[in-house]
């Protein structure tokens, strides 16, 4: 059985879904509602320390991140296949996907938050914006430069 947690406005949740699809697997899932901090629920943290989406449940054993999601579909169920056959081939892939998620996705996220939880966070004080914050599992993702971007974006008053 595959079950997947996402969201409606996740780059990441998107990719997987994708490959699903393209896979043509049958799947059951839950969208969390990233707005509401469903993702930081402590029953969904015991599944991804992360607090992000996607998370794919598969016959009880846990993946998470989104690349390796897609990896790990495509060589569990391996027709029709996503990656080339030819290694060298499969070794560019992976490093279009790496590129994606070190460059791109870092890029894409600041804006994605932005633009997804603005009208949200203009609503909140700037304590429960730190609140808010202060609630990224991740210490690294939380003071990286994105992170930054994200507190400069929700306390904009446009």
């Known amino acids: 059985m595959l079950y ?3 969201g409606t406005t996740s780059v990441c949740a998107i990719k997987a879904r994708i ?3 393209e896979k043509g697997l049958k799947w059951d899932g839950e969208i969390l509602d990233l707005h509401r901090g469903d993702q930081h629920r402590p029953e969904y943290l015991k599944l991804n320390p992360n607090g992000v989406v996607p998370t794919l449940v598969h016959d009880g054993k ?5 690349t390796l999601i897609i990896e790990y579909l495509d060589e569990v169920f391996p027709d029709p296949p996503l990656m080339p056959s030819d ?3 499969r070794v560019q ?3 279009w996907m790496k590129k994606i998620d070190d460059y791109l996705h870092a890029a894409c996220s600041t804006v994605t938050f932005a633009i997804a939880f603005r ?8 304590e429960e914006l730190e609140a808010r914050f202060k609630n990224i599992p ?3 993702y939380r003071a990286n430069i994105s992170a930054r971007w994200r507190r400069r ?3 904009r008053r446009i």
Not at 62 to 66: G, W
């Open 119 to 126: 009208h949200a966070l203009l609503k909140k004080t700037p």
């Open 19 to 21: 490959t699903l699809f």
């Open 138 to 140: 991740d210490p690294a």
């Open 93 to 95: 892939a992976r490093l």
């Open 153 to 155: 974006w929700a306390g």
């Open 4 to 6: 997947l947690y996402h």
């Open 87 to 89: 290694p060298y081939q």
């Open 62 to 66: 846990v993946i998470i991140e989104s």
